[in-house]
């Protein structure tokens, strides 16, 4: 069969694909925004940081150092990480996405949660290989799910842990059963975006893992508690064979210097880290609370937001009170696309806009009809 058609075509399943949608960003006309719909840290990034881009910025005539040695450096020292087992990325984003191309292929096959970050099916699906949909138990993820549904075709399994939306997590020993589970073929992607918030005895982000086994990498971002989402920073660690192979196929210069030289500032700053994890574990804490006495159902979360469940009552749902939120200021997220028709999630904000949405919601739910 002749592929001549009258435009080019993209490869089989790409157009299958639905498009990852941001949190949106935009509140009413006149209303003070609120934006608590992407995760972002309240704190901002580490005054440090400030100085850092503006010294970058004297030199942006020139390329950015290909292999973000200072970077690397400056999370190794953070972490007592070889250097050599790191790699750092455009946002862990493209972190997961050169793992899927360095390891799909069309036939393969790659496991992830039910309610795990949209982006995994997306790049498995990029590379024609087949996503496996394990289910959850109560929102967490299941390692005996995820090991009985590996098959001679499994090439990678994704774990957000902590997992977003949800904000649960996978104690440590599960973790490392679900590896010791796995054949030594399938590589353990450990997505672990949110560890900096988790104040858990029996969590471990990854590394501990990663140092003693060849089949599991961890990924990391700057995005969030240490507030550089608009310069896309993220890293990766992992066996050296591993960092090699991705490496050669990843842009040359994929990180700009302002990137790196902020995220090697913010990294250094243990000081506003712990700030940022104490505004977040005290009012994460609060909000829970205070949705509760509302009546809402909170998963339990120990990331930087929380999942709010809303009754299956007409003008109470979650669409509606996403309306009536918004109206005011409050922009939360939607997550009927990773399974939650009927909740919204919300980011961790100021004391201010963690006040208001609690007092907009005791309005909304009591209410007239």
Request: proline share 6%; aromatic share 8%.
């Amino acid at each position: 069969m002749s592929r001549e058609t009258e435009r080019p075509v993209p490869n089989p399943g790409v157009m299958d694909i639905e498009a990852y949608v941001p949190g949106r960003d935009k509140a009413a006309p006149g209303v003070k925004l609120h934006k608590l719909s992407s995760n972002e840290t309240p704190l901002g990034p580490s005054p440090d940081v400030r100085a850092a881009v503006e010294a970058a910025a004297a030199s942006l005539e020139l390329y950015p150092d290909g292999q973000a040695s200072a970077l690397k450096q400056a999370i190794a020292e953070t972490y007592g990480l070889n250097p050599r087992n790191i790699l750092c990325g455009n946002g862990s984003d493209e972190l997961l996405g050169l793992v899927t191309a360095v390891y799909l292929q069309p036939g393969d096959e790659a496991i992830h949660t039910e309610h795990g970050f949209l982006v995994y099916n997306i790049q498995i699906k990029a590379r024609g290989a087949t996503p496996v949909v394990v289910r959850e138990r109560d929102a967490r993820a299941d390692v005996d799910a995820i090991l009985a549904a590996v098959t001679d075709k499994t090439r990678l399994v994704f774990l957000a842990n902590p997992n977003n939306p949800t904000g649960t997590y996978l104690p440590f020993d599960e973790v490392r059963r679900l590896q010791a589970g796995l054949p030594k073929r399938v590589l353990l992607v450990l997505d672990a975006a949110y560890a900096e918030y988790v104040r858990r005895n029996d969590y471990e982000s990854g590394i501990e893992l990663v140092g003693s086994a060849e089949n599991v990498v961890m990924t990391r971002t700057f995005s969030k508690v240490h507030g550089l989402a608009a310069l896309r920073v993220g890293w990766m660690y992992a066996p050296e064979a591993v960092v090699q192979a991705l490496d050669r196929v990843r842009g040359p210069f994929n990180l700009n210097a302002i990137a790196i030289a902020a995220g090697a500032a913010a990294i250094r700053d243990r000081g506003h880290v712990d700030r940022a994890v104490a505004h977040n574990l005290q009012w994460r804490e609060w909000l829970t609370a205070e949705f509760e006495a509302l009546g809402l159902g909170v998963t339990p979360s120990v990331g930087n937001f929380v999942l709010i469940h809303f009754p299956d009552t007409a003008g109470r749902t979650a669409a509606d009170a996403d309306t009536y939120l918004a109206e005011r200021g409050y922009v939360l997220r939607r997550v009927s696309g990773y399974g939650f028709p009927n909740a919204l999630r919300m980011t961790v904000g100021s004391e201010e806009a963690n006040r208001g949405v609690v007092a907009a919601l005791a309005t909304f739910l009591g209410g007239p009809t």
